[in-house]
């Protein structure tokens, strides 16, 4: 798998999180279920990891386009 390949995939994850994180934002208002705090910690943390993936990909492109 290329790296543009890779960033291509890690990209998609992160919208894939993002749209997750937003249903869970409307849902969770109207919901008392306790699990849904950890289930938007554990998206979270895995935005955060897929983002800094994301940011090593592109750093190591440029580097390599430069």
């Known amino acids: 798998m290329s790296a543009n390949d890779k960033l291509a995939n890690l990209n998609e994850r992160r919208d894939e999180l993002k749209r997750e994180l937003s ?6 208002p109207h ?5 849904l705090d950890d289930l938007e910690s554990a998206l979270l943390r895995e935005l955060e990891r897929v983002e800094g993936q994301v940011r090593q990909i592109q750093g ?3 580097r390599c386009t430069a």
């Open 23 to 28: 249903d869970l934002a409307a849902i969770k």
């Open 31 to 35: 919901s008392q279920n306790a699990a």
């Open 60 to 62: 190591y492109l440029d």
